[in-house]
Each structure stands twice: as structure tokens, then as C-alpha cells.
Nanobody, 122 residues
Framework: VQLQASGGGLVQAGGSLRLSCAAS????????MAWFRQAPGKEREFVAA????????YYAEFVKGRFTISRDNAKNTVYLQMNSLKPEDTAVYYC????????????????WGQGTQVTVSS
């Protein structure tokens, strides 16, 4: 599967952005999808993902209540709605996919989009 992330940009603190990740391939619904981010000088960190069991979602603590992950299998797209953005949310955001369990460890994901820059000004 090939992933193409978009929707990043510059926004003021408290603002919102919606990231999109378009996937190629006919078996999109079979993949577990997630969003990660990486700020300069920091390791890539988990943001949000779909649960392997039950189709639920789970989030990093620092985005709970502010970010929402969703997917549209008919459009082969996964989204990350980001509200109440903070300067510390500034990072390159990556979507990722796996046929496996997935989870919070970026090493569990075999497929990655190119990343989209999100910059939040104070």
C-alpha cells in the first residue's frame, strides 16, 4: 500500500487542522492505520490509531479530547482531526499502515506516508 498524507500547515494556537492520508490499493480496509509525529530532535511518537480488536480507537494521552482519528474505507482515506492545537503539537505528522496488530510502536508499521508539516504558532 502507498500512503499520501496532506492537510498540514501553519495555524495559531487554539486552531484546528484536518490531516488526510490517502491510500492506494484495493485492500485498504484490511490495514490497521495510525498517525505518528516527529518534532525536530525528537523520536517519532504515537498519536492515534485504530484498535485491532473491535475497531475502536485509542490515543496518546497528550491528544486525548483534542484529536480524532477516523477512516473512510470507501475513499481509502484515514483522517486526523486536530482541534485546540498547541505549539507543542508542532511536528511532521505521518500516517502509517500495517497488516499486523499495529499499536503504539512505530516499528510495528511497515508502510509510511511522506509526512505533512504542522506548525502551531503561539
Amino acid at each position: 500500500v502507498q500512503l499520501q498524507a496532506s492537510g498540514g500547515g501553519l495555524v495559531q494556537a487554539g486552531g484546528s487542522l484536518r490531516l488526510s492520508c490517502a491510500a492506494s490499493g484495493r485492500t485498504f480496509s484490511s490495514y490497521n492505520m495510525a498517525w505518528f509525529r516527529q518534532a525536530p530532535g525528537k523520536e517519532r511518537e504515537f498519536v492515534a490509531a485504530f484498535s485491532w480488536i473491535g475497531g475502536g480507537t485509542y490515543y496518546a494521552e497528550f491528544v486525548k479530547g483534542r484529536f480524532t482519528i477516523s477512516r473512510d474505507n470507501a475513499k481509502n482515506t484515514v483522517y486526523l482531526q486536530m482541534n485546540s492545537l498547541k505549539p507543542e503539537d508542532t511536528a511532521v505528522y505521518y500516517c502509517a499502515a500495517t497488516m499486523g496488530v499495529g499499536g503504539r510502536d512505530y516499528r510495528s508499521y511497515a508502510y509510511w506516508g511522506q509526512g505533512t508539516q504542522v506548525t502551531v504558532s503561539s
